[in-house]
């Protein structure tokens, strides 16, 4: 059986080197001048590379632009259910912590990255490649949240007759809409607020009368 050719270990950190020239110099274009404005001219120019580079490392300029925001966002606290979900050793998110999560994200004040994905999120969807590269961060926030949600049903902490799946999308549209709301500097609000809004939801399931059973066995034997 023939040996798959592998890459040499100086060819690789070239490669390496190369794209992250290309992601700093995209964001910082993304920074400076907005979306329609980062060409792949001006990326390879402020990189100091050329077009061909960019074009040897990525797609198209919908998916430089996308890594390039995506690559700094997945570093921030905001993004920590992205690295739990990619099993980055930081463990498994219990529902106080994904509480704590939501509300950092909806208190935080608004950052350019806040905006950038706003404007690569609109720009990518018209590219298959570049909006599978978004889905796939949506869908890990999906994966963290449903395992914590099924888990905090299991000890009892919310609520087992509640969706599963209703639970997941208000997550997920609380986590997406903060995004959306802190790229126009909405004012946001502070963050021992939401968190008390969060814990009056009470989610978990009332406790039962020490004579429910009772009167439920009279109730059936009248």
Do not use: C
């Amino acid at each position: 059986m023939a040996s798959t050719p592998t890459q040499p270990a100086g060819a690789r950190t070239s490669t390496d080197s190369t794209r992250h020239r290309l992601l700093t110099a995209a964001y910082e274009l993304l920074l400076d001048e907005g979306y329609h404005a980062a060409t792949v001219q001006s990326v390879a120019r402020r990189a100091q590379l050329t077009t061909g580079a960019i074009y040897a490392n990525f797609a198209n300029k919908h998916e430089l632009l996308v890594q390039a925001v995506l690559r700094r966002w997945i570093r921030s606290p905001e993004a920590a259910p992205l690295r739990v979900a990619v099993g980055d050793g930081e463990g498994d998110v219990g529902i106080d912590e994904l509480a704590a999560l939501l509300a950092r994200q909806l208190s935080e004040p608004p950052e350019p990255e806040h905006r950038l994905l706003t404007e690569v999120t609109g720009a990518a969807i018209r590219d298959q490649k570049a909006e599978a590269m978004l889905r796939a961060s949506i869908e890990r926030i999906e994966e963290v949240a449903e395992a914590t949600i099924e888990q905090a049903k299991a000890d009892g902490r919310i609520d087992s007759a509640l969706s599963t799946e209703a639970l997941v999308a208000v997550v997920v549209n609380l986590y997406l809409g903060a995004i959306t709301s802190k790229s126009f500097d909405l004012p946001q609000p502070a963050y021992e607020d939401v968190l008390a809004v969060l814990a009056r939801l009470d989610l978990a399931p009332p406790d039962k009368p020490e004579n429910a059973d009772a009167e439920a066995n009279s109730d059936s034997s009248g």
